[in-house]
């Protein structure tokens, strides 16, 4: 069985999934893996390995990896590629794909790597430190082990290079703006997966209209489109801007940050901290970073983080609605938002004056389309699927 592998890596942690090759279906890959899962703790006294097959078993383990944290994710796959052999000894892997953060300004679609552009995008690792490094890593890793088999980047900013130079600007001294301080948005694998399921879903009309994607997780943002292009997003020359997450804050004052710097005599490794792992969720509650411990609490302050998170959705979907010149469908997507009623309930109450109507028995029931019949604006469920729109991208990348 020839298979793509895709891989997520991050600073500790290394997903992977193994797509078939399907010459029946139109993309040329089979709608699910047949084996997917992770590496978790990776640089810590006991990494965690978890797998399960398409065929219902499920695998979990302590390993064992070599060397220090930067050489871990090679340890990892190592261990994978021999644990493949003994669950399958037919899996053939014909090639990787890999979600890269950062293709900058120069890339706007997958790529296929080599050594040469590899140098290119460590370039870009000072616009992405906590996730391009790990990503680049992972593709290393594959070329000492699987030196024959092709590998494609698939960048997350790339989706948003439709967007216009002024929609991308900061108000900053031009020098700073034509070095790269600009902003890039982040989540476009997903965006781009779910805007092609919308003519399905929604209708082809209202998908070429003026769309808004909410990919809520514990990374959040959302993204205006027209004609299925990315128009602006909420994140920026980060992935801590934009909205609320689970422990990032979104946006903020910049005068904030000069306060702590001043006052609190933080540098930029705390600020980082408590930007992008003490804040969000996390920080207003002082309970959870996971929206379903929330929904739980009957804590005043894990309902004031709840009730923050769609404030900041709603207040967003206003901005994104002014920018794309309209409303005919907002989509709700990511782990939160394919699977929290309560929260598409909240934030639909909160832009209800755009002329949405929210179908509460659908809605409650997880239905792909949750507004009326009287509702202005379409509103629908959409689940994510990065990885296979990895997958698809490598295999019409390589050709295979």
């Known amino acids: 069985m020839k298979t793509i ?32 899962g992770q590496y978790e703790g990776i640089g810590t006294e006991a990494p965690q390995f978890s797998a399960k097959t398409s065929d219902g078993r499920k695998f979990k383990e302590t390993v064992t990896l070599d060397g220090d944290q930067s050489e871990q994710h090679r340890s990892a796959l190592s261990h994978l590629f021999n644990w493949l052999n003994t669950i399958d000894p037919n899996l053939d892997i014909a090639a990787a794909g890999h979600r890269v953060v950062h293709g900058g300004e120069k890339y706007s679609a997958p790529l296929r790597l080599t050594p040469e552009n590899m140098k290119e995008l460590e370039a870009f690792i000072p616009l992405a430190p906590l996730h391009q490094p790990h990503n680049l890593r992972a593709v290393e890793a594959v070329r000492a082990l699987l030196p024959a088999i092709g590998q494609v980047g ?27 301080v600009k902003g890039y948005g982040f989540h476009g694998l997903s965006y781009d997966y779910v805007s092609r399921q919308l003519p399905e879903i929604i209708g082809k009309d209202k998908a070429d209209g003026a769309v808004i994607i909410a990919h809520l997780g514990n990374g959040a943002s959302m993204c205006a489109l027209r004609n299925g292009k990315s128009v602006t997003t909420t994140m920026g020359f980060t992935a801590v801007d934009g909205l609320m997450m689970g422990t990032r804050c979104g946006i903020i004052d910049p005068g904030v940050l000069l306060y702590l710097m001043e006052r609190k005599n933080m540098d930029a490794a705390a600020i980082t901290k408590l930007l992008y792992k003490e804040s969000g969720l996390l920080g207003v509650s002082g309970i959870s970073q996971d929206m379903r411990d929330l929904l739980e609490s009957d804590a005043p302050e894990a309902r004031e983080a709840v009730d923050l998170f769609c404030y900041r959705i709603a207040r967003s979907i206003g901005s994104l609605a002014a920018a794309v010149q309209g409303l005919d469908a907002l989509i709700f997507t990511g782990g939160i938002g394919e699977h929290a009623p309560v929260i598409r309930q909240k934030v639909v109450q909160l832009v209800g004056w755009l002329g949405l109507e929210l179908d509460e028995r659908a809605n409650e029931a997880h239905a792909s389309r949750i507004d009326t019949s009287s509702s202005r604006v379409a509103i629908a469920v959409v689940p994510t699927n990065e990885e296979r729109m990895i997958a698809r991208y490598t295999a019409e990348t390589l050709g295979l």
Do not use: M, W
């Open 5 to 36: 592998l895709v891989l997520n890596a991050g600073s500790s942690s290394l997903k992977f999934a193994l797509y078939p090759l399907d010459a029946n279906t139109p993309e040329r890959i089979a709608p699910s893996p047949v084996i997917s």
């Open 154 to 180: 698939c960048f997350d900013t790339a989706f948003h290079r439709t967007q216009s130079p002024l929609a991308q600007a900061y108000a900053i001294p031009r020098a700073l703006t034509q070095e790269g």
